[in-house]
């Protein structure tokens, strides 16, 4: 493969050569190529302006708008590096994000940051016009960095991945020479949160020249929504989750849409029904590894990951390093991330040298146990650690059970994926008490959600005497109990407006016949993606704008709509 053009270049010859090509369709604008490069041009001017250079860092914190692609292509073009800060996240972690990375500045359209600690905070609209007309791209070599990511961290600690400007150019090319972006231009429709590494190959489309349509909150949950914005603006490209597809997919077909599914394993009947005519793609690849590493056309009867891009090279080692047909799956090649930044123990754990390479590179140990198929293609079988993947998004299981032994009451505690009563996949947490005391889920899930972003926040809570423990004193996570149905309480009928309309709504999303005012959005089955069906439905009924967190904050219908109410009338958001 040919040496990738760097994004920022290949972004502004799009802008010279198309510029009244529409370059985002947003809830809150629409912006052309020419208006995207004058827009990302006078916001890097004013980063450059405050002494922002090449290889700086820069917080991003932005809803779903325009800035969401405004923002990193800014940094970029100031020579910087972006860190994806999610407003939806708890403060206490967007605090540790913003001192861990050692930020510059933060550009926002989120107003004030209390987390931001004394950093510059700019808005998305500038004012610096004499900066902007002497504003030059500054040149980035392909091994400077082109953003820092936090994952789950083992340590309880989340971890910033950083990746170079060459590594992304890398992927795109990768994916274009192996036609899962084909020539022309594209309509996308743009799903990922800025801090999953997904949204990376989806925002960089906008610098080949394709057209990025960003979906709303609303629009994400509601498949009518969804249905009717895809159609307006005529996408042909979408990006999601297994999981979110399940959610969403069933009323999306038949308008040749090309699907790109990710961040998790295809399910086997998912992946059946796909292969009977859909033009839908499996990608796969770690954070480490620049988003995607494998693909595959989505075909046959049997879920796999397919073959590396072009500038990927796969190992599949036995514990010894040697080649087997069935191991490790380690990854190689200009792809592989700098490391975990700050952080030398851990990248030296993870960041390994690449035996079989001449020019003395690395390669990532993924975790991940593959089996190469006769065709060569990889197929994925599971976890060599307790990292596992919940809607998309790693977690380490380890953060989870550190902030549960935080709790005052809990002695001990231990996270595993489990299978929840409508087949579901859910985290669960189990939890010992200490002698004479208890603790409620709804307490537990609150202690969690004070500092884990919703994803991370287990969706069932177990309390057990002890922890069963094998014969060598670990943790018998086979022997820990199922998470079974809660069985629905004689509580009251929901009464007034709010309780009723969310009763209505509970029931609705989560298949359920009735739902009294007592019960508990996730004893009922409830998880992030489901939450934010329920707040869309709420504001788009009522007008009143809740955040999904605060179905973590009040799990309990009576709660809920108490807050809600609050909301309405003017107090504590």
Known sequence: MAEPQDLVARFLATAATVPDRIAIHAPDASLTFAELSERTARLAGRLRALGVGRGDRVGVSARRGVHWAVAPLAVWRAGAVYVPLDPAYPADRLAFTAADARLRAVVTDTGALPWADGLPVLGPEGTDEAGQDRFDDLAVGALNAAYVIHTSGSTGRPKGVEVTRGAVSALVAGLEERGVYPAGHRVVGWNASLSFDASVQQWVRVCRGDTLVLLSDDDRTDPARLAALLDEHAVTDVDFTPSHWQLVGSRLGGRGLRLLLGGEPVPQRMWRSLAEGEDAWNLYGPTECTVDATVTPISGSVPHIGRPLAHIRAHVLDETLAPAD????????????????????????????????????????????????????????????????????????????????????????????????????????????????????????????????????????????????????????????????????????????????????????????????????????????????????????????????????????????????????????
Not at 341 to 357: I, Q
Not at 366 to 386: A, M, N, Q
Not at 514 to 541: C, M, P
């Open 326 to 573: 069935t191991g490790e799956l380690y990854l190689a090649g200009p792809a592989v991330a700098v490391g975990y930044a700050g952080r030398p123990g851990p990248t030296a754990e993870r960041f390994v040298a690449d035996p079989f390479a001449a020019d003395g590179g690395r390669m990532y140990r993924t975790g991940d146990r593959v089996r190469r198929l006769p065709d060569g293609t990889l197929e994925f079988l599971g976890r060599t650690d307790r990292q596992i993947k919940v809607r998309g998004f790693r977690v380490e299981l380890g953060e989870v059970e550190d902030r549960l032994r935080e709790h005052p009451r809990v002695t001990a505690a231990v996270a595993a994926l489990r299978t929840g009563p409508d087949g579901d996949t859910l985290l669960a947490a189990y939890c010992v008490v200490a002698p004479d005391t208890s603790v409620s889920d709804e307490e537990l899930r609150a202690h969690c959600a004070a500092t884990l972003p919703g994803h991370v926040v287990p969706s069932a809570f177990v309390t057990l005497p002890a922890l069963p423990l094998t014969p060598g004193g670990k943790v018998d996570t086979a022997a820990l109990p199922d998470v079974t149905a809660v069985a629905t309480p004689e509580g009251r009928a929901p009464q007034g407006e709010l309780e009723q309309l969310i009763a209505e709504v509970w029931a609705e999303v989560l298949g359920r016949g009735s739902v009294h005012a007592d019960e508990n959005f996730f004893a009922l089955g409830g998880h992030s993606l489901v939450a934010l069906r329920v707040v869309a439905r709420l504001k788009r009924a009522t007008g009143i704008v809740l955040p999904t967190k605060d179905v973590y904050r009040f799990p309990r219908l009576s709660d809920l709509a108490r807050h809600a109410e609050s909301v309405r009338a003017g107090g504590a958001s």
